[in-house]
C-alpha cells in the first residue's frame, strides 16, 4: 500500500508521524469503503470519510473503482438468478480473507 500513497494528494510535505498517520486514515477509509458506498456509516463517519476522499487521489480511485464494481454487480444481478448460497459464503469468506492479509 505504500506505493499507491507515495504521490498522496494533499499537496504538502510531511512529517514521518504525519506520513504514517495519513497511511492509518487511508487503511480505515479503504477498509469501511462498502460501508460508505451502501449508506452504512454515521454521519459523522460519511462527513470524515468524504473529506479523505476529496483530499487524497488513491483513495478516491480506489472509491470509484468499488462504486463501478457495484454498479456492474447490480446489472448482472438484475439479468441473472440470485447468486446461489455456497458460492456467496464462498465470496465473503475469501474477501474476509484478503482483508486480513492487507491488515495484517
Do not use: F
Not at 504538502?12 to 504514517?20: F, G, K, L
Request: proline share 4%; hydrophobic share 35%; glycine share 4%.
Amino acid at each position: 500500500m505504500n506505493e499507491m500513497h507515495e504521490g498522496h494528494a494533499t499537496g504538502t510535505s510531511q512529517t514521518p508521524e504525519a506520513h504514517v498517520e495519513s497511511h492509518a486514515e487511508c487503511s480505515e477509509v479503504l477498509h469501511r469503503i462498502y460501508e460508505y458506498l451502501d449508506g452504512e456509516m454515521q454521519p459523522a463517519d460519511v462527513a470524515r470519510v468524504a473529506q479523505h476522499l476529496e483530499a487524497c487521489g488513491p483513495c478516491l480511485s480506489e472509491h470509484d473503482l468499488d462504486r463501478a464494481v457495484k454498479a456492474a454487480v447490480r446489472r448482472s444481478n438484475a439479468q441473472e438468478q440470485a447468486c446461489p448460497d455456497s458460492v456467496r459464503v464462498q465470496i465473503l469468506q475469501r474477501i474476509t480473507m484478503v482483508r486480513l492479509e492487507l491488515d495484517g
